[in-house]
């Protein structure tokens, strides 16, 4: 009981200094760049932090340490996916986005193309990659929640994600970029405070041995030397291992077609700075998954995994928690108590900052790019359109509250991959057809975007994931004719196939003209938007 | 996006015709597409291996540290490797030329259309 006091009041805490930070920015929005990208005035170093903060969501935070807890070795290697994807970002768009758009994704889209379809489609691909994650952490944040508190009632889960979903609609309502930023810089250094703290913890246990630490670990699962080698849970036969290279597919393609790292990158004031905030973050989260791997293996030799244990009935993630308080000096120990709170508290922390950067991007792309763009054609004030993307995000955010009590049944890493390999194969191909080839039209990024997403979801929606199998969504019924979990591998191509036959097909356009200024903006910065000067 | 001020665009294309922006560009794309090509291939070598040639990485290098690990580790420092060649390599070989080209734009009448008070 002790424990879950302490939880809470820490809980509380950082309700309290999130929501005390949004009633700052509050104060400090007056233009549409303050609420959409933050006035463009966070440094490299800040944006890093919150790109960091953005990323390391409760999936990769509980999920990573987790499967690694469980499966060893494999649960690893999503956190190199996760964290090689950031080079795509680096090399290829961060910079050349920030020159050419102003607030989303399809700024820069609709820099050489016809404004209302490739608007239309951008928004949507946003929206449903948005939705896509906001679920699997808000689904995440209920079961989690419930876990440390060490109650399992579905009337708690309900009650968490209805106020996780509270708590969001006012981060970005009032606080908008500014303050959903500033929420995520928090965050992020907690988070890599609490884990640096629990991986110390851990190295001390093994005389900062890396080998000891990982056979203590094997020793422990029970499995030996398998558990550190690849084959416990990906490629066991022939469909999985390209399951595996699908899933591997992608998370390295996917982080740079994410909506809402995307827009993080409008907040600083010049490319460059766009640049060190990339680099920041690639220094952060390469850190905080070389920590997972401390606090996975650490997990599996000091904590109990086996069957029925909590870890496993968990699907690990109560790994770290549990860790925590192992390390802290067991359960019912003072120390242990602290640190099992205070890493539930971080856990709590990711959770509120990931879903608002989430619920901003989609608010933004409502109001940006359907509402002043499709619906008025650019015949809006900056006030209208801001008032419509603070409407858009309550709207969003009773939206994932309802969608999110029903979706509890499903997969939060499924929820997440799925996100991965839609931006992947709809967003992705589209900005790289945009920056680097001339002859790309309007008609080859509709195709791209929506060819794109139609064959991830549509994919899926074919899969073992829904249908077929007894860990199917409808294990009852069969119509899986797609053999893999995760639609990558064929759904990039398509994505890629579709922009490049829509382009052949839809002939010559004026905009090829407007792509030598996109060119020009995008690599020198001449004519980008410029900081806020207050 | 509304449309730039009018004279913008003969602007951009002025800064397009210059040698210094040809040779910004192919500075550019000299250093990101050998990158990315060899950071996608030893990406998706790690993915073949880890599939494909289990004997490999089962194989143990020092106490209970396999191929595998270390395998997954180079990952990592691969990662932080380019990328700090390529913070190196901008700074020295493409900002130069971007901000001598973007002030040329500026002083040929600027375009910061933000909202400054």
Avoid at chain 1, 165 to 190: C, E, P, R, S
Wanted: with cysteine.
């Amino acid at each position: 009981m002790n424990n879950q006091v302490l939880i809470v009041v820490l809980f509380l805490a950082v309700v309290a200094l999130t929501l005390g930070i949004t009633i700052w920015a509050s104060r400090q929005n007056r233009s549409a760049a303050d609420y959409y990208a933050g006035g463009r005035s966070f440094s490299g170093f800040q944006n890093g932090l919150a790109i960091g903060g953005d990323y390391m969501s409760a999936a990769s935070f509980l999920g990573i340490s987790g499967s690694i807890a469980l499966y060893g070795y494999d649960g690893f290697l999503y956190s190199i996916g996760f964290l090689v994807a950031w080079l795509v970002a680096l090399l290829l768009v961060a910079e050349l986005l920030r020159n050419s758009g102003r607030y989303t994704m399809a700024d820069q889209l609709a820099y050489r193309m016809k404004q209302v379809p490739v608007r239309s489609a951008a928004a949507l691909s946003t929206i449903v990659v948005s939705i896509f994650y906001l679920l699997a952490q808000m689904v995440g944040a209920g079961s989690l929640v419930s876990l440390l508190l060490g109650v399992d009632s579905p009337a708690l889960k309900n009650t968490v994600i209805a106020v996780v979903g509270l708590l969001m609609i006012i981060y970005v309502t009032f606080g908008g970029m500014k303050g959903t930023t500033w929420v995520q810089i928090v965050k992020a250094v907690l988070l890599m405070v609490g884990s640096l703290l629990i991986s110390l913890l851990v190295l001390a246990k093994f005389g900062f041995n890396l080998s000891a630490l990982l056979g203590a670990a094997a020793e422990r699962s029970g499995k030996g030397e398998a558990f550190l080698q690849p084959g416990q849970l990906y490629g066991r036969d022939l469909v999985g291992q390209f399951d595996f290279l699908s899933l591997g597919l992608a998370l390295v393609l996917g982080t740079a077609g994410l909506p809402h790292i995307l827009i993080r990158f409008y907040t600083t004031p010049t490319a460059k700075a766009a640049r060190k905030s990339v680099l920041w973050a690639i220094g952060l989260i390469g850190s905080f998954y070389l920590m997972t791997l401390v606090l996975g293996f650490g997990a599996a030799a000091l904590v109990e995994t086996g069957q029925g244990s909590p870890v496993a009935t968990s699907a690990g993630n109560v790994a770290s928690p549990l860790l925590a308080e192992a390390v802290g000096g067991g359960e019912g120990s003072l120390g242990g108590s602290v640190l099992l709170a205070l890493i539930s508290a971080v856990a709590f922390a990711t959770i509120l900052a990931v879903v608002a950067g989430l619920t901003l991007t989609s608010a933004t792309s409502v109001a940006h790019d359907l509402y002043a763009t499709v619906w008025k054609k650019g015949q809006v004030t900056e006030k209208q359109e801001v008032r419509t993307a603070r409407v858009a995000a309550i709207v969003i955010g009773v939206v994932a509250i309802a969608l999110a009590i029903p979706a509890q049944s499903l997969n939060i890493a499924f929820l997440v991959a799925l996100a991965f390999a839609t931006a992947a194969s709809a967003n992705l191909p589209t900005l790289i057809y945009n920056l680097f080839w001339r002859r790309f039209n309007t008609r080859g990024a509709c195709w791209s975007i929506y060819g794109g997403l139609i064959a991830s979801v549509g994919l899926v929606l074919f899969s073992p994931v829904v249908s077929g199998g007894p860990r199917s969504l409808i294990p009852s019924v069969d119509f899986a004719w797609f053999p893999l979990n995760n639609p990558g591998l064929v759904s990039i191509p398509i994505g890629f196939l579709c922009g490049y036959l829509g382009t052949l097909l839809g002939g010559r356009e004026a905009g090829e003209d407007r792509y030598t200024e996109l060119q020009v903006r995008s690599l020198t910065g001449a004519g980008a938007e410029k900081a806020v000067q207050h | 996006m509304s449309d730039p001020l009018p004279g913008t665009g003969e602007r951009y294309a002025a800064l397009a015709a210059r040698p210094e922006f040809t040779e910004l560009r192919r500075r550019y794309l000299r250093f990101v597409v050998p990158a990315t090509i060899t950071f996608m291939a030893w990406y998706v070598l790690y993915v073949a291996c880890n599939n494909w040639a289990r004997g490999f990485m089962n194989q143990q290098v020092v106490g209970h540290v396999n191929v595998a690990v270390v395998f997954g580790l180079l990952q990592f420092v691969s990662t932080f490797g380019i990328a700090v060649l390529y913070a190196r390599y901008s700074t020295r070989r493409l900002d130069p030329l971007a901000e001598q080209l973007n002030q040329e734009f500026e002083s040929d009448g600027g375009t910061g259309r933000e909202v400054r008070r």
